[in-house]
C-alpha cells in the first residue's frame, strides 16, 4: 500500500508503476506479464497483479485500517510526502497527523509471528519518506521516535540556515 499527501499523488504513483511494468524490459524479464487487466482489477488506485500481489494506493486523509487483500493485511505500507503545508500550519494539525498515523498505524499492518524462536510471518514494513516542514510536524516526530529506524538524505547539500542568512 501506498500513501500520498492527496489521491493525485497516490494515483500518479499508480500510473508509473503500471508503465514500469507494462514497458520496462527487465522487470518483464524477471517476472513476467504483471499487468493483465481482463483478468485482474486494474484501475487509478489498484493494481492487481498476476503474482497474486496487489498495490494500492491512497491519500493521507484515507484510513490505512482494515485494508487487505486476499484475508492478508500490507506487508509493506509507504507513506510518501505524507504531510502537506496544511498538516503543519497550527499545533493542532500537526498533532492530527501524527496521532492520526500513530493510531492507523498499530492496525494497519501485521506483527511478526514467532514461534518456538523461529519467526515464521515477517511484521508489515512501514516506509516513510518526506521532508520536514516544522520543527514539530510528523517527520520531525518520527525521527524522535525510538520505535522507527531512520536514515536521513539531506537533497541540498550544503546548510540552508546558514546560506539564508549570509545575505546572498
Given at each position: ?131 520536514i516542514l516544522h520543527r514539530d510536524c ?31
Amino acid at each position: 500500500m501506498v500513501a500520498g499527501k492527496t489521491e493525485q499523488d497516490a494515483t500518479e504513483f499508480i500510473a508509473q508503476t503500471r508503465q514500469a511494468f507494462e514497458e520496462n524490459k527487465y522487470i518483464i524479464k524477471s517476472f513476467g506479464k504483471l499487468i493483465e487487466p481482463k483478468r485482474y482489477t486494474v484501475n487509478k488506485l489498484e493494481l492487481e497483479l498476476s503474482n497474486k500481489t496487489k498495490i494500492q494506493a491512497i491519500s493521507s486523509t484515507s484510513s490505512m485500517r482494515g485494508k487487505k487483500y486476499s484475508g492478508y493485511r500490507p506487508s509493506v505500507i509507504i507513506a510518501d510526502d505524507y504531510q502537506s503545508k496544511s498538516d503543519c500550519i497550527t499545533a493542532e494539525a500537526r498533532d492530527k497527523k501524527y496521532n492520526t498515523w500513530v493510531e492507523d498505524s498499530q492496525y494497519a499492518g501485521d506483527k511478526a509471528v514467532v514461534r518456538d524462536g523461529h519467526k515464521i510471518k515477517m511484521a508489515t514494513k512501514f516506509i516513510v519518506l518526506g521532508t520536514i516542514l516544522h520543527r514539530d510536524c510528523f517527520m520531525s516526530r518520527l525521527l524522535k521516535n525510538k520505535d522507527y529506524k531512520h536514515i536521513v538524505k539531506r537533497v541540498v547539500n550544503f546548510n540552508v540556515d546558514e546560506y539564508f542568512h549570509e545575505g546572498i
